[in-house]
């Protein structure tokens, strides 16, 4: 039988597929909770609620930010790298599966970056 991806990388990895966007972000560089609620157009409470359960699983820290005790860093445990990893490959393996071609690839993806930044303008 075969299993969803996304399916397959919550019971695989044991992670809500929902708490990814953190994780990149956080892989990708945000450091704030304000700048993953910015980068992936998300309500705060919606970030707030993924750092709550991230930091439960173990695959986030939180840590206050040495230049300004009021504001709080996250970053990625070793546990989270991993998670993340494993996932990367299985979104690989499912793009290998599509059959589509680096350009049909290409085209997707800026067709996702002006559906996203439409539906922020109209946010």
Avoid at 19 to 38: I, K, N, R, T, W
Avoid at 83 to 97: D, P, T
């Amino acid at each position: 039988m075969k299993h969803g991806m996304l399916r397959r990388i919550k019971a695989d990895l044991d992670i809500e597929t929902t708490d990814m966007p953190l994780l990149q972000a956080l892989f990708e560089g945000c450091v704030y909770p304000s700048e993953v609620s910015q980068s992936f157009g998300m309500p705060a409470p919606m970030v707030s609620q993924m750092i709550v359960r991230s930091v439960k699983s173990g695959l986030v820290e939180r840590q206050l930010d040495p230049e300004d005790s009021r504001r709080i860093r996250l970053s990625l445990t070793e546990e989270g790298k991993r998670v993340l990893e494993s996932a990367h490959r299985y979104l690989q393996e499912g793009i290998e599966r599509s059959g589509l071609t680096q350009e049909e690839l290409q085209q997707t993806a800026r067709n996702l970056i002006r559906l996203s930044r439409t539906l922020q303008e109209e946010a």
